[in-house]
């Protein structure tokens, strides 16, 4: 879905609207080879809520999305998958 906005000459010029996740889908995706697949899309779930991204492949890839590799247990452990 597009927006309009108006230049200096006045022809509209298409806005383009913030891009939202399927935390559902691309928890599943990440999860997929997790020996604990429902923890695993729990955890990735409320991360995902959270920071509105989820890294590439089942696992690492954290600098893709800092929000994600920031957040933590309070045990200070990872709190995201």
Known sequence: MMTMST?????????PLPQTIDCGLE???RCKLSSRPNL???A???CCKVCKCVPEGTSGHHDS???????TTRHQFHKCP
Do not use: F, M, V
């Open 7 to 15: 230049t200096n000459i006045g022809a509209p010029t298409p806005t």
């Open 27 to 29: 928890c599943e995706r």
């Open 40 to 42: 695993c899309k729990r």
């Open 44 to 46: 990735c779930g409320s």
């Open 65 to 71: 999305c800092p929000c994600y590799k920031s957040l």
